[in-house]
């Protein structure tokens, strides 16, 4: 049986209207190993036609082709790429190399495709190359090279992977006569290795270095001259081991992205740039929105013991209304959420004052269970509007704020000390108004007139200290005393006044955000400073993502330039993948590639991006400092990695779309592509 048989073979080419044309006509061929067969005909003839049926680069026909006893049209993908991959080389007449490669690249592209090693496969092409006399030139890229050492680099990428049958297209169409009768050497030498050599030609004497000649005109097969045999010799273009056809790799597509990115260097730098602008200024963004919310925790830190938490029972807001409208005038919101009408609560203090509901035992040890409570301690706090005053000299200086100093923390005593027994701490803000600086305050006696439980107390105390609220959210200018004091102050009023702040302490200062967020989840609530900073917090966030993505718009845009640009790539390289597919190239290998391609520009367009980014901290920190003595950039490790891997992903989605364009491409078509 022949190695090649042809029966039957038919080939229709769909034209407008219900009509086909036939381009082969019941073709019945054998060919086998050793032969060098020229297939000549006029243009139109139907010999290109039958070369790509040969070939596996076009798989509709009616008929028969067997090759080594396999029917080609029972092959589907996997068989044809295992095809072009291990038994067909392709030579063609515009040599088809890879002009961003260089002659080493171009020869190794097929068993690249094949995942064969790097150390193999380069020394098989330098093996094939010295036998075509181009030892020297395989660093050189294609436009350095003469027509004939061209077809020889075309001959070498097609010996490489040692196949069965070469099939070669006008051989000789390009070059002069001299290199002509060297290539005709060459291509008679391969098929004295016992290989079969299909030649389609036009050219006379092309013909007659074959050993046999087959015409054929409109399809159909006119003549068949066998002009004697070729002497078989020893393999010389064999290789000592031929290894079983695996599949391109991501790291060898990547590498073949990588070359074809730096033959268009500057144009790819370009687009990474352009993309690197949206990378940036997203990060710039949340950096910023970083650096403030770390300055307002650090500000807030600086003014509170870090293990102590607030809790309050849920605000209740008194007005003294006529009795037609008090219902209607207050809520008492309960832990839980739910509301008591003002009629069933008791009368409460004047207008102005707000204060929280007391805690109850039970309030107290649903407190103490919570993990990492170390210590419960009791206070009272209550914030008015206009009824509180620190009378001095017979002036009277309102605050707004006051309470027991139980959880305060040292840190902002500015002058003084603590408040003992007949003592209280007032607010920096009040000293300043009553003695004109504030360490003058301190001794000062002064009458303290204060709203407790609805009733309106005075009594004389020494100022022991001055306080600073410092720039924390939440400051009220304020007075304090120590629990004794206020616990003698309401006895001697006859008032019971139950604790209506917890201060909860915890066991270890990484514990403390999740006491308060148990202590939210009861439904408590902690101190106005948390609840305002919250709301702050999350205010800045909603502006933080309102300007990120204002400058994702630019994400957006360069995602068009890399579609752009990657469907221009494709254009460009439309011959290229031709040669690829015709050489053993999957639909996968050449998505992969361009999505490699598209990854590459993804990773640089990141890597730059946070770069500038980090730049512009380092720069916009350094003013701001000299300004405002702070920094608010801060760029975290998280962004950069989320940057890179947003701008990887924008780039692989972006390059989707000419990676399957490409896939798709028809191979015939693809290398007719000038």
Do not use: W
């Amino acid at each position: 049986m022949a190695f090649v048989e042809l029966k039957n073979l038919n080939k229709f080419y769909p034209i407008s209207g219900a009509e086909d044309f036939q381009a082969l006509k019941d073709v019945n061929l054998s060919l086998d190993k050793g032969e060098l067969v020229s297939i000549v005909g006029e243009s139109g003839s139907g010999k290109s036609t039958l070369m790509n049926l040969l070939g596996g680069l076009d798989s509709q026909f009616s008929g028969e082709i067997t090759i080594d006893g396999q029917n080609m049209s029972t092959f589907r993908e996997k068989d044809f790429v295992n095809y072009h991959k291990e038994k067909i080389g392709f030579v063609f007449q515009s040599f088809n190399l890879v002009s961003h490669l260089s002659v080493l690249d171009n020869v190794t592209l097929a068993m690249t495709l094949s995942n064969v090693d790097k150390k193999t496969r380069i020394a098989r092409a330098r093996e094939v190359l010295k036998q075509l006399g181009l030892e020297a030139q395989y660093k050189k890229k294609p436009s350095q090279l003469s027509g004939g050492q061209k077809q020889r680099v075309a001959i070498a990428r097609a010996l490489v992977n040692d196949p069965d049958i070469i099939i070669a297209d006008e051989p000789t169409g390009a070059l002069d006569s001299q290199t002509t009768d060297q290539v005709l050497d060459i291509i008679q030498d391969i098929a004295k290795t016992g290989k079969l050599v299909i030649m389609v030609t036009h050219s006379e004497k092309v013909a007659a270095r074959s050993t046999r000649v087959v015409t054929i005109d409109d399809g159909k097969i006119i003549g068949d001259i066998r002009q004697g045999e070729l002497a078989l010799h020893d393999n010389a273009f064999g290789l000592q081991q031929k290894s079983k056809s695996k599949n391109l790799t991501f790291l060898a597509a990547i590498r073949l992205a990588l070359l074809n990115m730096k033959e268009k260097l500057a144009r790819n730098i370009l687009i990474a740039l352009g993309g690197s602008i949206g990378i940036m200024s997203i990060i710039v963004m949340l950096s910023l929105g970083e650096g403030v919310n770390d300055y307002l925790t650090e500000t807030m830190n600086a003014n509170v013991n870090p293990l102590v938490s607030e809790v309050r029972m849920p605000i209740v807001i008194e007005t003294n209304n006529s009795s037609e409208n008090a219902d209607s005038s207050m809520m008492i919101m309960t832990p839980a959420g739910a509301e008591i009408p003002a009629g069933s609560a008791p009368s409460g203090p004047p207008a102005g004052v707000t204060q929280s509901d007391p805690f109850g035992e039970e309030n107290l040890e649903e407190l103490r269970n919570i993990p990492h409570v170390a210590e419960v301690n009791l206070a009272y706090s209550s914030l008015t509007i206009g009824s509180d005053n620190v009378i001095y000299e017979g002036e009277k200086y309102a605050f707004m704020n006051f309470g027991t100093t139980s959880g305060m923390t040292d840190s902002n005593i500015l002058y003084g000390a603590f408040p003992e027994e007949g003592e209280i701490l007032i607010t920096e803000g009040v000293a300043n108004q009553m003695a004109g600086t504030a360490e003058e305050a301190i001794g000062k006696e002064v009458t303290l007139d204060v709203t407790v439980d609805g009733e309106s107390l005075e009594k004389n105390y020494v100022i022991s200290g001055i306080y600073s609220a410092g720039q924390a959210i939440g400051a009220f200018e304020s007075v304090y005393m120590s629990a004794d004091s206020f616990e003698t102050l309401t006895a001697e009023n006859n008032l019971e006044v139950e604790p209506n702040v917890v201060y909860l302490v915890s066991d270890d200062p990484d514990n403390t955000q999740a006491i308060k967020d148990e202590v939210a989840a009861l439904g408590y609530r902690g101190s106005s400073a948390d609840a305002l900073a919250s709301t702050f917090t999350q205010m800045l966030d909603i502006f933080t993502y309102i300007l990120s993505g204002v400058a994702g718009i630019s994400l957006f845009v360069s995602a068009i330039m890399i579609l752009t640009v990657l469907y221009i790539s494709v254009v460009e390289r439309t011959q290229e993948i031709g040669v690829i597919k015709a050489i053993g190239g999957r639909k996968k290998d050449i998505r992969r590639i361009f999505v490699s391609e598209s990854f590459l520009i993804g990773l640089f367009s990141g890597l730059l991006g946070v770069g500038i980014a980090y730049l512009i901290t380092i720069v916009g920190n350094i003013i701001v400092e000299n300004l405002f003595d702070t920094a608010i950039l801060n760029m975290t490790p998280a962004f950069a990695v989320f940057g890179i891997v947003t701008s990887v992903i924008i780039s692989m989605v972006a390059g989707l779309m000419p990676a399957q364009k490409a896939a798709r491409l028809d191979p015939v078509e693809a290398l007719r592509h000038d």
